[in-house]
């Protein structure tokens, strides 16, 4: 239960919530309802209302009529006809209700996303550890969800867009706050974590966060989502009508299914009616999202100008007086399953967070492997292509090379390949390549160019580098078909295959001459 003025206590502070003053006025008569309807005379009112009453009742009348002209024909009409034509009103009927049905049924909360279970999260860890991936982000976040759960407190996190409010709020529920990083004025940089106690005597930990869609503040915003999904309550904050980016976000936090309340903030910036009209919107936009939505005033400073005595006027800056008591009574009745209650959504929230993280994770960790991979393979072919004696015209693809090559990817991907699939896969990569032979090796020419003294070295080094070019082009593209796919697709990868044999420009290919070069010295050394 919230104390007398409606806050908590923190520590041995009493921390007391007031009302801000009346209702403004700024934007009251844009609201006035005024409209030429009411400036007509009440008489010609009077007789429109008639007329249109009139026109109603004929039609009513011509209606009823009709239909039991129909009825009449339906009876005169034979009894296998009746049935039937019975039989498609009623099953339209039926259709027609199940349609307003769905469209009036009373909208349930989703159910909260999916989280897998921590043994699997620890074991993909596990796994990307040993291929070298930095994972002490990820062992982090299960450290401290095992540690908050410890504190035996609750946490919750103040989310929202830049500047609705979130640090004020923070600083008038905790405003005698001695935390160890104390909550500061300004655009907020990093989370920032502010004790102050419930009504029951629990510990409440409220999180302030860096706003989110600020410019170039994607790093920031990660930090804010992932504070979010570490709390038991998230207190979505706004400061008006949501916007579709708003809307997603309180979806997005929603679908945790962890208590969530949307607060709008600065409501000493419109009158009663104003405020009550912003609410039922919000209450319209949020629906089943959330469990409640709230308006509330954080304070935050005004600036204003004092005329003093001698006639001139000084710039004043004064805070405004909070008015929170909805939060707080919001807030008590949400945390009164205490850290246990609250516990079981707070870990399914964190651990659908990390299993997002790892996918990430092991995304890019394969991408960088399939990369190794490609590159070793190019440096094959190039010191094969070297090896051959005398090149011929056409580029026929090295075989056992690339049928190793799809061999590795496939099992990188963990997509199942038998040798008939490989083989095949190799066919139809030559069949692409006979193509585009002529390009892969104006391409080579051309880039060949930018190292000086290797032209006069001949057709071997120019065939060897267009082989440079042949296995990483295949092995990109294989790549980018399996991670998309997830199976072995000719049709794709050669698709893939074209658009990189064709692709002559760029650090791709500065690389691969590169590579050529580097193979060639070692072998004349
Ligand atoms: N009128 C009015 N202004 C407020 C209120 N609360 C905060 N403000 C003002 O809004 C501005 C932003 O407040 P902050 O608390 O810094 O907002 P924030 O959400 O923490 O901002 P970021 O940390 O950048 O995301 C400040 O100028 C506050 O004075 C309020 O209830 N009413
Ligand atoms: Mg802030």
Redesign the pocket.
């Known amino acids: 239960m919230p104390n007398r003025t409606g806050g908590f206590e923190n520590g041995s502070v009493k921390i007391a919530f007031t009302r801000t003053a009346g209702p403004g006025t700024s934007a009251s008569a844009r609201l006035e309802p005024h409209t030429r309807m009411l400036a007509m005379p009440r008489r010609f009112r009077l007789l429109l209302a008639a007329l249109a009453f009139a026109a109603l009742a004929w039609l009513l009348f011509a209606a009823a009529e009709r239909a039991l002209a129909l009825a009449q024909r339906f009876l005169q009409l034979p009894a296998w006809l009746q049935w039937t034509l019975g039989t498609a009103l009623g099953l339209f009927a039926l259709a027609g209700l199940s349609v307003l049905w769905w469209l009036l049924r009373p909208r349930r909360a989703r159910r909260p996303v999916a989280a897998p279970d921590r043994p699997t999260l620890e074991r993909r860890i596990g796994q990307l550890q040993e291929r070298g991936a930095d994972t002490v982000a990820l062992t982090g976040e299960l450290s401290e969800l095992d540690r908050r759960r410890a504190t035996e407190r609750v946490y919750m996190a ?1 989310f ?12 008038a529920l905790a405003p005698h706050a001695v935390a160890p990083s104390d909550v500061r ?4 940089r990093q989370v920032l974590h502010v004790d102050a106690v419930l009504p029951d005597g629990r510990t409440l930990t409220l999180a ?5 869609r ?1 410019a170039g503040g994607a790093a920031r915003e990660a930090m804010a989502r992932e504070e979010a999904l570490r709390s038991h309550v998230v207190a979505y ?1 706004c ?1 008006g009508d949501l916007t579709r980016t708003q809307a997603q976000e309180v979806r997005w936090l929603a679908a945790f299914g962890k208590p969530l309340l949307v607060v709008l ?5 419109w009158n009663e009616t104003e405020r009550a009209r912003l609410l039922r919107r919000l209450r319209d936009q949020v629906g089943a999202d959330a469990a409640d939505v709230i308006a ?7 600036r204003f100008l004092r005329q003093l005595p001698d006639g001139s006027t000084e710039q004043v800056e004064r805070q ?1 007086k ?2 929170i008591e909805p939060l707080a009574e919001a807030v008590a009745r949400l945390a009164a399953p205490g850290p246990g209650g609250l516990e079981p959504q707070r870990e399914r929230a964190v651990l659908a967070g990390l299993h997002e993280r790892v996918g990430v994770l092991e995304t890019q960790t394969r991408a960088a492997e399939a990369e190794r991979i490609v590159r070793r393979y190019a440096r094959r072919a190039v010191v094969g292509a070297l090896a051959a004696i005398a090149p011929g015209s056409d580029l026929v693809i090295q075989g056992a090379l690339a049928a190793a090559l799809t061999r590795e990817l496939a099992h990188l991907y963990g997509v199942p390949a038998s040798d008939v699939q490989i083989e095949d896969f190799v066919r139809q990569a030559r069949l692409t390549l006979r193509t585009g032979s002529s390009l892969v090796l104006a391409i080579a020419g051309n880039a060949l160019k930018a190292f000086p003294g290797l032209g006069t070295l001949g057709g071997g080094v120019l065939h060897a580098f267009a082989y440079a070019l042949i296995f990483d082009s295949l092995g990109r593209a294989l790549a980018a078909s399996l991670a998309e796919r997830k199976t072995l697709d000719q049709a794709d990868a050669a698709e893939k295959l074209k658009g990189l044999l064709a692709d002559g420009n760029g650090a791709r290919v500065k690389e691969l001459a590169a590579l050529t070069m580097e193979a060639l010295k070692e072998r004349e050394a």
Request: avoid cysteine; hydrophobic fraction near 30%.
């Open positions: 103040l929202g867009e830049v500047s609705t409010g979130k640090s004020t709020l923070v600083r004025g300004g655009t907020t302030d966060v860096p706003g989110s600020e904050v400061a903030n600065k409501a000493d910036q509330v005033s954080a304070g935050g400073s005004e405004r909070p008015a």
